[in-house]
């Protein structure tokens, strides 16, 4: 059975190894990801990974294909992903001292081309942050390109008091889910 990963994230590359699976293809799909005014965090997750998943339409038949959305949110604002250091040191200081949740929707289409969704929530406590402490975070350079402006497998992870639900999920994919979906389609043998 071909597999196909619709994500160029190298974490979640990573935590599909740990599953012992490797896609036969990587294919990221070339999308809009502007988000849209007064769109909720949820709404905005969810548009982005099924329109990953449409980029495959009438495309790699008997194929499954796995494609996701992670995003980091206070309330009902993104807090996205950056390459700016000045956006970034903005986004820490709104984690600091905060609770926040990180939501993944995953989209799983089978080899009959039925899609399932799954959406998958983590609350995570950050401790207060001081001047010092960014400083230092911006430094590692971990907080590019990513959902929330930190890696919780990196540096930051000294940052949080504590997290209610899937560490993976933060990372950047649900492992418990993603092994089931996998699973009711024969990727995964239990």
């Known amino acids: 059975m071909k597999f196909i990963l619709g994500s160029s994230s190298p974490r979640r590359l990573e935590l599909l190894s740990i599953l012992g699976i490797k ?15 007064k769109e909720l965090p949820l709404d905005y997750c969810k548009r982005i990974a099924t329109q990953k998943m449409k980029h495959f339409d009438g495309k790699h038949e008997n194929t499954v294909i796995l494609t996701a959305d992670t ?4 309330g009902r604002r993104i807090i996205d992903k950056t390459n700016d250091e000045v956006i970034a040191r903005k986004n820490l ?5 905060r609770r926040h ?7 799983l289409r089978d080899t009959k081309n039925k899609v399932i969704s799954r959406s998958v929530t983590t609350t995570v406590n950050f401790k207060l942050l001081n001047k010092k402490d960014i400083d ?12 929330g402006s930190y890696k919780i497998q990196g540096f930051a992870e000294v940052f949080i008091k ?13 492992l418990f889910q ?12 239990s």
């Open 23 to 37: 896609p036969d293809e990587i294919i990221a799909p070339n999308i809009d990801e502007t988000i849209n005014k």
């Open 71 to 74: 995003i980091a949110y206070s």
């Open 93 to 97: 200081n709104k984690l600091s001292g």
């Open 101 to 107: 949740r990180v939501s993944t929707i995953l989209c």
């Open 136 to 147: 230092n975070y911006i430094k590692t350079n971990e907080w590019k390109n990513v959902a």
């Open 162 to 174: 504590s997290i209610n639900g899937s560490y993976s999920n933060v990372v950047g994919l649900p």
């Open 178 to 189: 993603t092994n089931n979906l996998l699973g009711s389609v024969g990727l995964i043998k």
